[in-house]
């Protein structure tokens, strides 16, 4: 997990079986205003299981995956079993993110309570670091203006830890790191109440409070996904069987398996599984000292890097683009024939690749724009990183039509680590019958419905990896 968002085996025998997370608020819509949805619009529905139901969660050594087992667990299920490739936290799993509370209908509106739960949870409190948080882009663009719109939503809702940066000056009155940056014409927002938060960390701190709740785990070839396991008629999933053979039975299988879902059980295309990529500047101790508590900064067109880590001064950088797909012939469970999609190509099982030459450029760019002072130095750790996508940028978050008893938890869209206190109460609500009827509609299984609002990530369609060169060192 570390660094990346998600990374993991490629080939059909050893795909993992770990949750993807979310990086950065790259490319998406600003927010999705419209659906702020009303939580007391819950209507009573049939639970999926009894809290004495056996649990199976494939992929909970991940964001989604892990978060539910805690839900799960708090709320008095008694007999939960996590599996993945990796011991928590997985090394398939979520990267340091941006997060905070200027977030406005993201996922149904669950983004708004997010950064109180980092803030308030014990699980979380130490790994959300509230530096501020800088959301910016250069000129008089038509994300500058959705941006100032969702700056006097702010304030009409009488938020005061919300600011307008209107040029240059203002940005750098809260960011003094950024006095040599070359930035005339940018502009955004500030926010007080938020900043960065500790992926592994904060993963790993679920773990151990797994472990206290008695949430059992398997991990290794005992934990990594081969099938499901089906009735006799094919229509009910009781479990699923892994690459060792072991077959784990379950009244109920929640797959929250991130980049990996779509790869391991035919989602008709709703899921698209991307990278992005990151690297890290080594800083002196003197440098780490400069940096600490600065604000975290992301621009629309360049990229983004928060403070550096206290533990190892090691800053990192992303720049900002659509991502890359990974497209080969691959036939995931259920699907009757071989088809052509994206599958991640792990870093854990491909230590050696880096990243684009393209996209190594554009992070110089970063740099030299924003870092001046640090143009030149080696970009170490260079490495590509995985979510999976859907076109509206919504999570798929439903029981599969296809088989009862499978519980489908995935499409991060990019976003989903910074949800991590509370993507899981969201699964435990569908999965208790709690779960409003906007939210199951929004989250419904849905293939073909598209992006008809244009509420996804939007911008040009992502490059093959096939396409660019610098990247692989087989």
Not at 2 to 22: D, E, F, I, L, R
Not at 299 to 304: A, L, P, T
Not at 333 to 346: C, E, H, T
């Amino acid at each position: 997990m570390g660094q990346s968002k998600s990374t993991g085996p490629s080939s059909a025998t050893s795909v993992s079986a770990s949750a993807s997370a979310s990086e950065s608020a790259s490319a998406l819509p600003d927010e999705m205003n419209d659906l702020t949805l009303d939580p007391s619009n819950t209507k009573a529905t049939a639970s999926l299981a009894s809290r004495d139901s056996k649990i199976l969660i494939v992929g909970g050594g991940g964001t989604m995956g892990s978060s539910t087992a805690l839900h799960l667990a708090r709320r008095g299920f008694k007999d939960i079993r996590i599996l993945d490739v990796y011991q928590i936290p997985s090394d398939n799993s979520a990267g340091n993110d941006i997060a905070g509370s200027d977030s406005l209908g993201l996922f149904g509106g669950v983004s708004d309570t997010a950064w109180d739960a980092w803030t308030s949870d014990p699980v979380f409190i130490p790994y959300a670091h509230t530096v501020g948080k800088l959301d910016l882009t250069p000129g008089d663009t038509p994300r500058s203006r959705r941006l100032r719109e969702k700056y006097e939503k702010f304030r009409a809702m009488g938020r005061t830890d919300i600011e307008w940066l209107a040029n240059a000056e203002d940005i750098k009155r809260k960011a003094p790191h950024l006095k040599d940056a070359d930035i005339e014409g940018w502009r955004g927002l500030w926010c007080a109440n938020g900043g960065w938060v500790a992926a592994r960390d904060a993963i790993d701190s679920v773990g151990r409070e797994l472990v206290n709740l008695g949430v059992k785990s398997s991990f290794g070839s005992s934990g990594t996904f081969a099938s499901l396991l089906l009735s006799e008629d094919g229509k009910t999933c009781r479990g699923v069987k892994t690459v060792d053979g072991t077959e784990w039975e379950a009244d109920l299988v929640v797959l929250a398996a991130g980049a990996w879902s779509p790869v391991l059980v035919d989602l008709e295309g709703q899921c698209t599984s991307k990278c992005w990529v990151y690297c890290h500047v080594q800083l002196t101790d003197e440098e780490a000292e400069a940096m600490r508590g600065v604000p975290t900064m992301y621009n629309d067109v360049y990229g983004f890097f928060f403070e550096p880590r206290p533990d190892s001064h090691l800053l990192k950088l992303c720049n900002e683009f659509p991502g890359y797909t990974n497209i080969v012939e691959h036939q995931p469970f259920g699907a009757r024939n071989p088809i052509k999609m994206s599958v991640p190509r792990s870093h854990a099982a491909h230590p050696t690749d880096t990243m684009p030459t393209e996209s190594l450029d554009e992070i110089k760019r970063l740099i030299e724009i924003c870092l001046p002072h640090l143009k030149g130095r080696p970009l170490i750790n260079q490495a590509m990183c995985w979510c999976t996508d859907t076109d509206d940028a919504n999570w798929l978050l439903c029981e599969h039509p296809r088989w009862n008893g499978l519980v489908l938890a995935t499409g991060d869209s990019g976003h989903t680590f910074k949800m991590l206190p509370v993507v899981g109460a969201q699964v435990a609500d569908l999965i208790e019958g709690k779960l409003s009827d906007e939210k199951k509609h929004l989250w419904r299984w849905r293939p073909g419905a598209g992006d008809p609002h244009g509420r996804g990530r939007g911008g040009p369609a992502p490059k093959d990896l096939s396409e660019v060169d610098g990247w692989k060192h087989d």
